[in-house]
């Protein structure tokens, strides 16, 4: 009879990478909220939209951590989570510098 070789769950390494990003710029709004608040507030967004994103932005990312860190939602994190969390940042980014 063969034995199948259990292969590792390669999901734990780019996870763990997300996670530790997420993580650290999360954490890093959280303890200097005054400062994130102001940048946000230099931002060419809607004037409404800025109290709300300055605490909807650092918890989405520990939600995405969280998700990441169970193995039941961790694919999910990684393919559709992350990305469109890159790709928000990454359409938003290019236009957000003021011309003057």
């Known amino acids: 009879m ?3 070789v259990k292969h590792p ?3 734990v390494l780019p996870a763990g990478a997300l996670i530790v ?3 650290y710029t999360a954490l890093a709004k959280l303890m200097h909220l005054a400062e994130f608040e102001k ?3 230099n931002q060419v967004l809607p004037d409404w939209s800025k109290g709300v994103l300055t605490g909807l932005i ?3 990312e520990l ?3 969280i998700a990441l860190a169970i193995p039941a939602t961790r694919l999910v994190g990684i393919l559709w989570l992350s990305s469109i969390n890159g ?3 990454g359409l938003y980014r290019p236009g957000s510098y003021r011309v003057f």
């Open 2 to 4: 063969k034995k199948y």
């Open 9 to 11: 769950d390669l999901s």
């Open 21 to 23: 990003l997420f993580c």
């Open 39 to 41: 940048q946000l507030r």
């Open 58 to 60: 650092p918890g989405s």
């Open 63 to 65: 939600l995405l951590c």
């Open 87 to 89: 790709l928000i940042y």
